[in-house]
């Protein structure tokens, strides 16, 4: 267990099923034919106060409106989620099937549909394969347990690896643990992506304290990360909580509430670096870095726009401190700013200040970008507000997995 001295919380290991009270389960139901696992289950022995947020893209698949109908109705209790079709602009037929595996997961976990959120990730435009779908949730619900049997898996598309994180914090003199566990590697763009991401924890919480609290912790996480410019149908967050840990319900004004507020970001920042980290083809974590802006609107524009430029990513990828690129990004971001004030720096190196280049060893600049991390800050001096966003590389292999995704 490791101590974050700057937040006072402790990361654990884990990630949705840290909490108390949270159980999961996966099984090969032959979705992706791959032999791997592509559903799973993830479940709350316990009722829940639940939140979610959602793409933004004008598709929205059919899992996601059955999902924030679920939300909207109480109390989510229950994920079901497949990858290898995301059962997106599939019409009429889509949200019946969406249905179907909510009233099929509610059976076998023994609960009211109303209590199930559907979630599906992967090719877009294709019927989902429902005899297949309708036998392998009774088998993940066979391995349901604390160990999870896969379930972080069974979401990945593209992935490389599972993305999970978790923190404890005490909250009214309770330990309360907050995990997560998402996917995502590509159609990543702020406002979300092509990204999944359920976040639990024991802690009791009111019903619009913890709506609120995802929506601030989305704004400064998934929201703050891109791969590719694409802005994903399927994408969405959960928030569930099932008051295991035993402590008075928060509300946005208890004496606590930071504490738990803070928890939740940093699990979904967590989360939110990994899926960069991730990214489709990336070999490098992107991350930038805006002091000293007039508010933080502004430093979010600045610096998402610097990790969505393709040029920029390019240049990372070269290992190029081409640091024209990154002021151009700035500059067509849409946010206001002084260019004459501002100061730019690749990692420790400082390349450009007061409007003009500022003279630098060209190696030891690009030296900042030989690693798997790359940073790039840039000081405006024009208030005291920040932001930081995160995005990749673009590589070769990103047009590789993209020009055949279906094939």
């Given at each position: ?34 032999g ?22 004008a ?56 209590e ?9 435009g294709?019927?989902?394969p ?46 309360v ?16 992506g ?28 998934f ?9 994903s ?42 899926i960069?980290?991730d ?11 805006v ?9 979010a ?16 990828f ?69 932001a ?16 055949s995704?279906?094939?």
């Open positions: 267990m490791n101590k974050d001295s700057t937040i006072g919380i402790n990361a654990v290991p884990g990630g949705a099923l840290a909490p108390a009270g949270f159980l999961a389960g996966a099984a090969v139901c032959g979705v992706r034919n791959s791997r696992k592509d559903l799973g289950l993830l479940y709350a022995e316990y009722p829940c106060v639940s939140a979610g947020v959602y793409t933004r893209n598709f929205r698949g059919a899992p996601v409106e059955v999902t924030r109908a679920a939300v909207e109705a109480g109390g989510v209790r229950a994920v079901v989620a497949n990858s290898g079709n995301a059962n997106a602009a599939t019409g009429e037929r889509g949200v019946e099937d969406a249905r179907r595996m909510q009233a099929l997961a509610a059976e076998v976990l023994g609960v009211e549909s109303r199930v959120a559907v979630a599906s990730t992967g090719v877009i294709e019927r989902l429902m005899e297949k779908v309708e036998a392998g949730i009774p088998a993940a619900s066979a391995g349901l347990g604390q160990e999870g049997a896969g379930f972080a898996e069974a979401i990945l598309t593209t992935d490389t690896v599972k993305k999970e994180a978790a923190v404890e914090v005490e909250v009214g003199g309770k330990k643990t907050v995990g997560g566990t998402a996917k995502g590697s590509g159609m990543i763009h702020p406002n979300m092509t990204m999944l991401a359920f976040v639990t924890t024991d802690a009791a919480v009111e019903r619009d304290c913890l709506s609120e609290t995802l929506k601030n912790a989305t704004d400064h996480s929201n703050r990360v891109t791969v590719d410019g694409d802005t149908p399927s994408d969405m967050a959960l928030l569930l909580a099932n008051g295991a840990a035993g402590n008075e319900p928060l509300a946005l004004d208890s004496p606590d509430y930071p504490a738990f507020a803070e928890a939740v970001e940093h699990v979904a920042r967590e989360l939110a670096k990994k960069a980290r990214g489709e083809g990336a070999t490098k974590l992107v991350e930038a870095v002091e000293g802006a007039r508010n933080e609107a502004s430093a524009t600045l610096a998402k726009a610097v990790v969505g430029s393709n040029l920029v990513k390019a240049a990372v070269g290992e190029d401190a081409n640091w024209g690129r990154v002021v151009t990004a700035m500059g067509y971001s849409g946010a206001a700013f002084d260019p004459a004030n501002l100061e730019l720096h690749f990692g420790p190196v400082k390349v450009f200040a007061g409007g003009e280049p500022v003279p630098h060893d060209a190696a030891e600049a690009n030296a900042t970008l030989a690693g798997d991390t790359v940073e790039i800050t840039a000081r405006l001096g024009e208030g005291e507000a920040s930081t966003a995160w995005g990749c590389d673009l590589t070769y292999k990103y047009v590789e997995i993209n020009g995704y279906r094939t």
